[in-house]
């Protein structure tokens, strides 16, 4: 993912960022973790980032 990441911003584009799940996480764990993005971060905190999560 970091590689297409680079590739997609070289050519001048840009995302919303990408979040990528820890497969160790549960189905409440990943709900907790968005909620807390959602109530946390700036409106384009996350932009051309891959973030890894759990954050907290």
Do not use: C, K, W
């Not at 070289?10 to 189905?27: C, D, E, Q, Y």
Request: aromatic share 8%; hydrophobic share 50%.
């Amino acid at each position: 993912m970091p590689v297409h990441l680079a590739e997609h911003l070289a050519n001048g584009r840009h995302l919303p960022g990408i979040l990528v799940f820890s497969p160790h996480m549960t189905v409440g764990e990943v709900v907790e973790e968005l909620l807390f993005i959602a109530n946390v971060a700036f409106v384009d905190e996350f932009q051309d980032q891959i973030i890894y999560l759990p954050i907290s």
